[in-house]
């Protein structure tokens, strides 16, 4: 019998900087740019180990773009990610706004993360179908959406193409490909693996895109998708959004503080990539490798993107009573914009002058499409959605006793 060791303790992990402090990002184990290889797409899935555990980057702190995974993009595409990258900060701004002022109940922001959504959107072909969580926004105004019937949901007014059936921010869009927005975000997982798998089975050429946050991969959803990803190689790319932030609860307590969430899908047999999220060179380039090894029937990819949540969780939460305030401007990754603003611009593909052009017509833009979406009304206004709207799209043939209550609403 051994001599006892003293009492048995748990330990809960702590977020490394509080109000009042400023935080130490040591914990993020950065990798240097253009260090880590680019292997071929059909690697088998422990050769992306390296991947998994470091982080994949493409902009040094130059601006240059160096390293194997540099994706030799088209500046066309590279000044098109930059306009819409200025024009979602630009729609969430006014948006926000907007809440404040009582014209829709609630919102959710991407500020910080605009790269991540929009790199990968520019990736995939149109007609491939996105999961995304409430923060992924970009994705619709990169495959066009038009931002009058983005804000006609959030607005909840009569010309809302949802009917008023969604919360606010949760949207749905089938012919931009993309999947209603759950507010349980762990089964996005599970749906764009089945939907993946549905794919494949009818000889499909299209591919899925799930999106979860560090937080959501506690939960058993995160595990059931990766398991069947794995086992039917099905063809979806799973991305994990490393914000740090899971509302107010460090992305250490859902098991990101002694590994890396990437190094959960080399565990479970899949193909795993650790990549700058705030770069959006190495996001376009990540994105690329895992759609082309979807398509050429290698397997799935989990990407987890390192970046920051550099808002509120939501207008609902006040980020100043958790950690400090002003953990964004110290984030050793910086600002996405700011950091392919500066690769355009050494490039001389972009300039000030420009820079501040585009920002006075993105804002024109924003605030056109805002006056038509409240020509229908607004949350605040007194002119909500009608109630018979309630009737339509559930029965082909409405039963007697529902067409009956119609009339009595209508009457």
Known sequence: ??????????????????????????????????????????????????????????????????????????PGLLLHALRLMLLTRAFDARMVIAQRQKKTSFYVQSLGEEAVGIGQALALHADDMCFPTYRQQGILLARGMPMTDMMCQLFSNSRDPLLGRQLPVMYSSKSHGFFSISGNLGTQFVQAVGWAMASAIKGDTRIASAWIGDGSTAEADFHTALTFAQVYRAPVILNVVNNQWAISTFQAIAGGETTTFAMRGVGMGIAALRVDGNDLLAVLAASRWAAERARSNAGPTLIEWVTYRAGPHSTSDDPSKYRPADDWTHFPLGDPIERLRRHLTARALWSDTQHEAALRDIEAEVLAAQKEAERHGTLGDGRPDPGADLFEDVYADLPPHLAQQRAQLEG
Do not use: C, K, N
């Not at 977020?15 to 253009?34: E, I, V």
């Open 1 to 74: 019998m051994t001599a006892s060791q003293g009492s048995l303790r748990l330990h809960v992990p702590e977020p490394s900087g509080r109000p009042g402090q400023r935080t130490d990002f040591a914990y993020l184990r950065l990798s240097p740019a253009g260090s880590l290889p680019r292997p071929p797409i059909d690697t088998p899935y422990r050769d992306t180990l390296p991947l998994a555990d470091g982080l994949i980057r493409v902009l040094d702190d130059d601006g240059q773009a160096i390293g194997p995974w540099d994706p030799q993009a088209d």
